[in-house]
């Protein structure tokens, strides 16, 4: 898969019988995985929505071309990609794909923690996961009093723990 390209996107089952698909979000959010009016499938192949709606926590496609129940069924389980390109990210903020890997380092003292192995999104903050070389698994809200700085170049974070936030 080009280093472009994001899954955005599990298609998870059929939609009634005009051949819509639901698809499980697996970026921000149903609305956003929704503004997309093409998506391409892990091949690179592009996949054009004729439109989209929001039903609970799903995103209902309809992909051009698929046209019946039959069809759509075929589709079950593969994944949908977007181009990094059709998204423009505010300033500071990241997409998961590219903070996972990170080696994340203590902004005083240049301790190494570990690597950023996980992201939650708990819907406050997100949650980020450190795996210690000792196995331990870290973890720190992703809030600007504990992240300094994030280098994608470098693959580095560097992080100022609160008080007391990997005592055991």
Not at 145 to 162: A, F, G, H, Y
Request: glycine share 8%; with cysteine; charged share 30%.
């Amino acid at each position: 898969m080009p280093e472009n390209m994001l899954e955005v996107g599990k298609i998870t089952s059929v939609f009634g019988i005009k051949g819509e698909v639901k698809v499980q979000p697996w970026c921000d959010s149903p609305e956003l995985l929704c503004e997309f009016e093409t998506l391409y499938w892990k091949s690179g192949t592009p996949v054009n929505i004729e439109r989209a709606r929001v039903q609970k926590n799903m995103a209902i496609l309809k992909i051009e071309g698929v046209d019946d129940a039959n069809e759509a069924q075929k589709l079950r389980n593969h994944v949908l990609y977007m181009d990094r390109a059709d998204v423009e990210l505010e300033e500071g903020s990241y997409f998961i794909a590219d903070l996972i890997g990170l080696e994340v380092y203590d902004s005083a003292s240049g301790e190494r923690y570990g690597k950023l192995t996980d992201v939650t999104e708990t819907g406050a903050n997100d949650v980020y996961h450190i795996t210690a070389e000792d196995g331990r698994e870290l973890l720190i809200p992703a809030i600007p009093q504990v992240i300094d700085s994030i280098d994608l170049e470098e693959k580095v974070m560097k992080i100022t723990p609160l008080d007391g936030l990997f005592d055991i």
